[in-house]
């Protein structure tokens, strides 16, 4: 019963930011032919082909609606049958959207809020990697080979991050290896990795880490991912928690 309460507020929560947003999009939806772009209202064609920021919003409107069909199936089917759940990603759910839509770039469908987010400075862990450390494509420096395959999926699925970005918790300075921003939503998610339970008092301090971040409101698989050595063997299984907690 408590699991079902927690997901009865979760989706209501979001129908709630989902109704918001959808109010402050425009009317009609996206439609093309040949190369030319449109904006179809009423039976009406108005061509937005050079108008690159209303075709975005067409995306996130096609988008928003998609999701907030998703979720009102899934409140229904969270007391029918649990087994109808519908658990497929924003990627899954745009794929399929008609071409007009699949031919455009996936960021057209994020968040408006995330380029900013991403672009934006933050205040780093004071002591940098040292010598040994692991490069991600996208230049991010990075303590160890379990965190780059992470920041490499985290990459590969154009999710914004910050590595090692300080976060006030408790009034203390915390550094949590991922501070990721839900590219569809804009909802803020930390990922620690846990890999060193070997050294001395290693195990002490990621007790009290996690202690501190759940007596401060971070929920486990919603805004705390934590993992260990033996969940990050394989890319295949980092995609599936990807997918599984910050993707849904």
Same mark, same amino acid.
């Given at each position: 019963?408590?699991?079902?309460?927690?997901?009865?507020?979760?989706?209501?929560?979001?129908?709630?930011?989902?109704?918001?947003?959808?109010?402050?999009?425009?009317?009609?939806?996206?439609?093309?032919?040949?190369?030319?772009?449109?904006?179809?209202?009423?039976?009406?064609?108005?061509?937005?082909?050079?108008?690159? &920021?209303?075709?975005?919003?067409?995306?996130? #409107?096609?988008? %928003? =609606?998609?999701?907030? *069909?998703?979720?009102?199936? +899934?409140?229904?089917?969270?007391?029918?049958?649990?087994?109808?759940?519908?658990?497929?990603?924003?990627?899954?759910?745009?794929?399929?959207?008609?071409?007009?839509?699949?031919?455009?770039?996936?960021?057209?469908?994020?968040?408006?809020?995330?380029?900013?987010?991403?672009?934006?400075?933050?205040?780093?862990?004071?002591?940098?990697?040292?010598?040994?450390?692991?490069?991600? &494509?996208?230049?991010?420096?990075?303590?160890? #080979?379990?965190? %780059? =395959?992470?920041?490499? *999926?985290?990459?590969?699925? +154009?999710?914004?991050?910050?590595?090692?970005?300080?976060?006030?918790?408790?009034?203390?300075?915390?550094?949590?290896?991922?501070?990721?921003?839900?590219?569809?939503?804009?909802?803020?998610?930390?990922?620690?990795?846990?890999?060193?339970?070997?050294?001395?008092?290693?195990?002490?301090?990621?007790?009290?880490?996690?202690?501190?971040?759940?007596?401060?409101?971070?929920?486990?698989?919603?805004?705390?991912?934590?993992?260990?050595?033996?969940?990050?063997?394989?890319?295949?299984?980092?995609?599936?928690?990807?997918?599984?907690?910050?993707?849904?």
């Amino acid at each position: 019963m408590r699991n079902l309460t927690k997901y009865i507020l979760k989706y209501q929560s979001e129908l709630a930011k989902i109704n918001n947003g959808l109010k402050q999009l425009p009317d009609g939806y996206l439609s093309k032919r040949g190369t030319s772009y449109y904006q179809t209202v009423d039976k009406k064609d108005i061509t937005i082909t050079k108008n690159r &920021k209303l075709i975005q919003q067409m995306c996130r #409107k096609k988008y %928003l =609606l998609a999701r907030k *069909e998703q979720l009102v199936n +899934n409140l229904d089917f969270l007391i029918s049958d649990p087994s109808e759940i519908d658990y497929r990603t924003a990627q899954e759910l745009i794929k399929t959207f008609s071409k007009a839509y699949q031919e455009l770039p996936i960021s057209y469908f994020h968040h408006p809020a995330v380029t900013k987010w991403s672009e934006s400075d933050y205040q780093k862990h004071p002591y940098p990697p040292e010598d040994g450390y692991h490069v991600t &494509k996208n230049g991010v420096k990075v303590r160890s #080979k379990s965190e %780059l =395959l992470i920041a490499t *999926e985290l990459e590969n699925q +154009n999710i914004p991050y910050r590595y090692e970005a300080v976060r006030m918790v408790e009034n203390k300075k915390k550094y949590p290896d991922f501070t990721i921003c839900n590219p569809f939503n804009g909802k803020i998610i930390l990922w620690e990795h846990f890999g060193a339970l070997h050294l001395p008092d290693y195990e002490k301090k990621m007790n009290e880490k996690m202690d501190a971040y759940l007596r401060n409101s971070y929920v486990p698989n919603d805004t705390l991912v934590y993992t260990f050595e033996f969940q990050v063997r394989n890319a295949k299984r980092v995609q599936e928690l990807i997918e599984e907690v910050i993707l849904y």
